[in-house]
């Protein structure tokens, strides 16, 4: 069995079970590169400020880069009676490169050694799902340029409401996922924070040089107070609950896509690659891909309360509580990630019916609110005119027809400023066409934003590359 780091002051071995219980490495091995470059970067600090010497440390360096490729090309050994990866690491490094690996630890503690894993990891995942973000953006917009002419209800209460431009409801989502991406940059301003040098809470007697370390490891600042450093997760709820916001839009998109796709709705196919059929009924074909896109949703809520059910009310400073946040951590960004790719590549793929969209507008009074506007244009006060419009469709329920296929006689009994000119002034193209105020449907603006967005979208791809 192997010796233990910490087992100086005990007289027993640990139990089997509790060592099984402890062990964190079946998850926290995945942090394993983050942990070796941390640790290079701690050995180079080292010898710059002469804590070790260049040979020390040059001899911990190489052995660190072999343990990374033995990890990478799956040779190395994991074991649960060495806890996490850090203690693995280091073990290793004993083997490897003798007692100067028993100096690598100086100035350091696991507490802030695994706060600076997770802020790395994290650094570059957050990078990555804004990278797919703005990808599946791309798609939106291009879905949105494609389909420009494409009408459909907009719906209020899921009851039909007024026709909108498909790219206009499109183009909704590209801004959510706007905003997604907005707040996890902002995030990522307070996990490019980086805790090592904070040692197990209160610093160290070392001479060390903290902001070497940032510079190495590609910090933007080191954190200002050892105990917050070691103790806090805050950077993981946020990212967490960003997600969890992220999921919201996905989910809503989802349910909408499932809706669509109903035989109620029939305005949309799902592409056959992402559906899938039943065992027994041979009609079937269910939108399994947003349906589980919904269903994951879930899961990621669930991991923010989590954490912060285990984060709430824990005394100052690391507490072993908090070696649970990594599988939440790395569920939610598998999920998200998972979630991303799959849209990416099936949004492009959707079959829009157009004809079937454009014929629901027909359909559910959605001109009701223009007879309204029609009669003020024809200088009725707009009080007096919802209530004509309204008397309108009463009198059409009743003989079961839409406004538009009222005679002008019929329509004229309700006020005598109607006109033949209405019923063009109620076709949908017509009504989406007026609605050019800031931000609504009509076609000029809808092509503006999406002009915008793209040009947008150039400049993102251009700071990517
Ligand atoms: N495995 C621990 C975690 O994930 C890191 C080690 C914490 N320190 C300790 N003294 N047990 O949080």
Known sequence: MNQKSWDGRFSSKTDREVEAFTSSIHTDKRLYAYDIEGSIAHCKMLAKTGVLTEEEASQLVQGLGRIKREIAEEKFIFDDSLEDIHMHVEARLLQQV??????????????????????????????????????????????????????????????????????????????????????????????????????????????????????????????????????????????????????????????????????????????????????????????????????????????????????????????????????????????????????????????????????????GFLNATDLADYLVVKGMAFRDAHGCAGRTVGYALSKNKEIHELSLDELKSFSTLIAQDVFEFLTPERMIGRRRSAGGTAPENVAAAITRAEEHLGKERSIDA
Not at 112 to 131: F, H, P, W
Not at 133 to 158: A, E
Not at 317 to 339: H, I, S, W
């Open 98 to 363: 003798g007692k100067v690996a028993l100096k690598l630890h100086t100035a350091r503690s696991r507490n802030d050694q695994i706060a600076l894993d997770v802020r790395m990891y994290l650094k570059d995942e957050v990078s990555d799902i804004i990278t797919g973000l703005v990808k599946f953006q791309s798609v939106i917009v291009t879905l949105s340029r494609t389909h420009q002419d494409v009408i459909l209800p907009g719906y209020t209460h899921l009851q039909r409401a007024q026709p909108v431009l498909l790219a206009h409801h499109f183009m909704a989502y590209y801004e959510m996922f706007s905003r997604d991406i907005e707040r996890l940059r902002g995030s990522l301003l307070r996990i490019d924070v980086m805790p090592l040098g904070s040692a197990a809470i209160a610093g160290t007697t070392y001479p060390i040089d903290r902001e070497y370390t940032a510079k190495l490891l590609d910090f933007r600042q080191v954190s200002a107070n050892s105990i917050d450093s070691v103790s806090d997760r805050d950077f993981i709820i946020e990212f967490l609950s960003v997600a969890s916001l992220c999921m919201i839009h996905f989910s809503r998109l989802s349910e909408e896509l499932i809706l669509w796709s109903s035989f109620e709705f029939g305005f949309i196919e799902i592409p056959d690659a992402f559906a899938t059929g039943s065992s027994i009924m041979p009609q079937k074909k269910n939108p399994d891909v947003p349906e589980l896109i919904r269903g994951k949703t879930g899961r990621v809520f669930g991991n923010l309360m989590a954490i912060l059910t285990m984060m709430k009310a824990l005394p100052l400073a690391y507490n072993r509580d908090m070696q649970e946040d990594k599988g939440p951590l790395f569920d939610t960004v598998d999920t998200l990630k998972a979630c991303i790719r799959i849209y990416i590549k099936m949004l492009p793929q959707l079959k829009i019916n157009k004809e079937v969209m454009r014929q629901a507008t027909d359909r």
